[in-house]
């Protein structure tokens, strides 16, 4: 009977002080509750005045509006002029023997790399004016993830909408007139260096003509030495056939006779340009009228199209107000919960402080 008795008791114990462990945290929560309750004057004043200030600074701040422009390819047709100017020279010329064909992709992604310039945005600043926006992005439409590789979006933020645009457009066609004058600029040079190939080809060729004949004019004055010595006037090969070309490749021109001869050399001396003697002079010549009438309008050709011009916004991007006032009112109240507790928590560190004195 005493050790069951004794057992009894071991057991009881632990239940009761479970018992009394329950009911101290319902009374807890109660007691959280009625702070709460106590204070929700206080809760409710520093709330309201995070939310009157979430939404004087979402009013009060300057707005931030996004400035967007977006880019297309240029199609054939619109580097058409350049690729012609490679192509010939208006006559089915070359214009060089290694001419590299320009590609709509060539020339954009060469605006695209203008696009990103800064000096080019220096360029325009000291011309126009500074942009007075933030930095500028040139990104793909939809992300890197695009499967439209060749949609391009270039934005920017500022505080003043309406002279974004403006600066963003001029810009635009600012980095455009460059590329486009960059691209001519390079047909052009290239019609230059043809040109000055083909002179240089044409005025090669002449001075070796007239040294040709002068050549040609000594061998005639020695075969006419030998026709006088061995006095031979008449032409020994009128009537075969016998070219001339041969005759001079035997040695024996001196067989023509010296009145052959002297007429020939008269001609040679008398003859006031070689250009009709000249081979391939004429086909150069050609060549050289072609190339020099190469022109490129500047107006038939475009680096790539502009989808959209950078428009006017009608809504700021920041702030976000109802975000930041919501935000204001979910802070304000925790701080408010915070506040109402701290403040118990001071009343009750007071009290005990007072009865420890007494």
């Known amino acids: 009977m005493s050790d069951t008795h004794k057992t009894e008791q071991v057991q009881y114990v632990p239940v009761q002080m479970m018992s009394t462990g329950m009911d101290d945290d319902e009374i807890d929560l109660l007691d959280l509750w009625r702070v709460l309750v106590a204070g929700k004057w206080i809760v409710l004043g520093v709330t309201l005045c995070c939310v009157l200030a979430g939404v004087g600074y ?37 214009l060089t023997d290694n001419s590299t064909r320009y590609t709509p992709e060539y020339v954009y992604d060469f605006f695209l790399r203008n696009l990103r310039s800064r000096d080019l945005r220096q360029s325009f600043a000291e011309k126009a004016g500074p942009l007075n926006v933030g930095e500028l992005h040139l990104e793909k439409v939809g992300g890197k993830r695009s499967k439209d590789k060749a949609f391009y ?28 004058q960059t691209l001519i600029g390079d047909v052009l040079s290239m019609r230059n260096d ?13 001075k070796y003509g007239k040294e040709k004949r002068e050549d040609q004019i000594a061998r005639l004055n020695e075969s006419l030495e030998i026709a006088r010595a061995l006095h031979i006037t008449e032409d020994k090969f009128s009537g075969s056939n016998i070219s001339s070309a041969a005759i ?14 002297e007429a020939e050399i008269a001609a ?5 340009t070689d250009d009709p003697f000249i081979e391939g002079l004429r086909e150069l010549q050609e060549q050289l009228d072609a190339v020099s009438k190469i022109a490129i309008r500047p107006d038939n050709v475009r680096v790539a199209q502009v989808d959209q011009p950078a428009l006017v916004p009608s809504k700021p991007i920041k702030p976000k107000k109802q975000l930041i006032v919501a935000l204001s009112g979910v802070g304000g109240l925790f ?23 007494a």
């Open 248 to 261: 001079y490749d035997l040695g024996v021109a001196y067989l023509r006779g010296t009145k052959a001869l």
């Open 153 to 180: 979006v270039l934005s920017c933020t500022s505080h003043d909408p309406e002279k974004a645009a403006q600066g963003v457009n001029g810009f635009v066609a600012h980095v455009m007139e460059h590329t486009r």
């Open 335 to 357: 701080l408010g919960f915070f506040a109402v507790f701290f403040l118990n928590f001071l009343k009750k560190a007071k009290g005990e402080g007072e009865s420890a004195a």
């Open 194 to 206: 043809r040109i000055t190939f083909l002179k240089n080809s044409i005025a090669a060729k002449r």
């Open 268 to 272: 040679l001396q008398n003859r006031k």
């Open 58 to 94: 979402a009013f009060l701040v300057t707005p931030v509006f996004q400035v967007q422009t977006y880019f297309l390819p240029p199609t054939i047709k619109d580097i058409a002029e350049l690729n012609r100017a490679v192509d010939m020279g208006g006559d089915g010329v070359p």
